[in-house]
């Protein structure tokens, strides 16, 4: 089956901090692959994305790299702010199966002054 | 991309009641999907609402509690009925968009966010 699984939280840093946030997948057919954040008290919003392999999504600083010999999305961001403090949900999507969308857990991100 | 609008933004419930849930989108959208998102969990699709059929349920979810409507391409409404304390959740509309170049890509809403007392 299709699956997503990422890194558990809550992730505490301080500002400008390296931030990684691995995601990893299973999927059967051939995913899109998303990163979603979710401030506090709002809707999910799309952060980035990457429709093949080695695609490299980018978007407010933060990157990740499709990478399918890991089946790894990693998201990085070099230098963190405390407005980056959110939940962030990686996704993927197989265009076969109607678009639905499968999400991790979620991951908390806390940034301290 | 998209611009969904979301009503209620909140509302607290007594149980045994039922609310609906309403999605209005900016533009012309074939797909539309409705989440749950229960504290601290992430996103279960509940089904998925396209324009002209009826909404396709995911496993754990059924027609009766969870009734959809999709009258034109641009709306959209989740009723939760019979609702318990159990159901006190984010409910969450998205609309997909895509093309060759943007699969599965899909835009939320603010959600609702139900208490059921």
């Known amino acids: 089956g299709n699956s997503v699984t990422q890194m558990e939280g809550p992730v505490t840093l301080s500002e400008e901090a390296f931030l990684t946030i691995n995601c990893t997948y299973t999927?059967?057919?051939?995913?899109?692959l998303f990163w979603y954040v979710q401030y506090p008290g709002e809707g999910l919003q799309l952060l980035l994305k990457?429709?093949?392999?080695?695609d490299k999504g980018s978007n407010k600083g933060f990157e990740a790299t499709y990478r399918k010999e890991t089946t790894s999305f990693h998201l990085e961001k070099g230098s963190v702010q405390v407005s980056d403090s959110a939940v962030y949900f990686c996704?993927?999507?197989?265009?076969?199966?109607?678009?639905?969308?499968?999400f991790g857990q979620g991951t908390e991100l806390s940034v301290k002054p | 991309s998209a611009v969904i609008s979301q009503k209620p933004s909140r509302d607290i419930c007594q149980r045994g009641t039922s609310l609906t849930i309403q999605c209005q989108v900016d533009?012309?959208?074939?797909?539309m999907f409705w989440y749950r998102q229960q504290p601290g969990q992430s996103l279960t699709l509940i089904a998925t609402?396209?324009?002209?059929?009826?909404?396709?349920?995911e496993s754990g979810f059924v027609i009766d509690k969870f009734p959809i409507s999709r009258p034109n391409l641009t709306f959209s409404t989740l009723t939760v009925s019979n609702m318990s304390p159990e159901d006190s959740s984010i409910y969450l509309c998205?609309?997909?968009?895509?093309?060759?170049?943007?699969?599965?890509?899909?835009?939320f809403g603010a959600g609702t966010r139900l208490s059921v007392l």
């Open positions: 998205s609309v997909g968009a895509g093309d060759r170049g943007t699969k599965n890509i899909q835009y």
């Open positions: 999927a059967t057919g051939y995913p899109s």
């Open positions: 990457a429709t093949k392999a080695d």
């Open positions: 996704a993927l999507g197989i265009y076969n199966q109607g678009g639905k969308l499968i």
């Open positions: 533009s012309q959208v074939t797909m």
């Open positions: 609402a396209n324009q002209g059929s009826e909404a396709t349920y």
